[in-house]
């Protein structure tokens, strides 16, 4: 079935540094997502993307968080500058139709030193 | 505010058994979509089952069901015939049809023993 690829699926980086984290969602998919997850813990919601835009973003999608997707190509996460707390695994997830439960990526795990 | 609370941290059962697990709901949407997922061993987060709340009837899928119970704001998981396989991190989510945002609860951990 289709699936949502996100690269790489782990990503070491050092405190300060930019990072960005590729998804590529289904290809016929308009609605994008990014949750965070910490430890296998809940998984929490960062923000949501429709026809180029932010449509909303939860608390957690600090000023040092950004999303694109620019000419239909990979939906990206970029974290600039990293801190220690975003440490976790991000999962990106996609929807056809806003009612419909997205497909969730296999994640990719952060880790900020 | 929108909150979705799983009270069951962990569940373990004997395989061929059925289980339930818990979920309840705060939404004050009249119109709301409600998930169940679960994230396996690898981290994989798979789609299993979803209930509309317009629909009274309770949704189906090969051993899920639901056990929607509106005016409690209850949306229990029901799998009938547990195998080994079925071990993993149930989340139940929520969706209120006024946002785009998707709110899981915290998951319960379901472990199914020979």
């Known amino acids: 079935g289709p699936k949502v690829l996100q690269i790489p699926s782990h990503q070491i980086i050092d405190m300060g540094q930019m990072v960005t984290l590729n998804c590529d969602p289904v290809?016929?998919?308009?609605?994008f997502y990014w949750y965070k997850q910490i430890l296998g813990q809940q998984m929490e919601f960062l923000v949501n993307?429709?026809?180029?835009?932010?449509?909303?973003k939860s608390k957690l999608f600090k000023d040092q968080f950004s999303v694109e997707r620019p000419d239909g190509s990979y939906f990206t996460l970029k974290i600039q500058p990293t801190a220690l707390e975003d440490s976790a695994v991000y999962f990106c997830?996609?929807?056809?139709?806003?009612?419909?439960?997205?497909?969730f990526g296999e994640g990719t795990r952060l880790s900020v030193l | 505010a929108q909150k979705v609370t799983q009270t069951q941290t962990s569940i373990s059962v004997v395989e061929k058994t059925t289980v339930t697990m818990d979920c309840v709901y705060e939404?004050?949407?009249?119109?709301?979509?409600l998930f169940w997922y679960k994230q396996t061993a690898s981290g994989e987060i798979v789609f299993l089952i979803r209930?509309?709340?317009?629909?009274?009837e309770n949704a189906t899928v090969g051993h899920y069901s639901l056990n929607f119970q509106k005016p409690k704001s209850s949306i229990g998981l029901i799998i009938t015939a547990t195998q080994i396989e079925d071990s993993a991190v149930y989340f139940c989510?929520?969706?209120?049809?006024?946002?785009?945002?998707?709110?899981f609860g915290d998951g319960t951990q379901l472990v199914v023993k020979p």
């Open positions: 939404t004050r949407d009249s119109s709301y979509f």
């Open positions: 290809s016929n998919h308009l609605y």
């Open positions: 997830a996609s929807s056809l139709h806003n009612n419909q439960a997205p497909l």
């Open positions: 989510a929520m969706r209120e049809y006024s946002n785009n945002r998707i709110f």
């Open positions: 209930q509309d709340s317009y629909k009274k």
């Open positions: 993307f429709y026809n180029g835009k932010v449509m909303e």
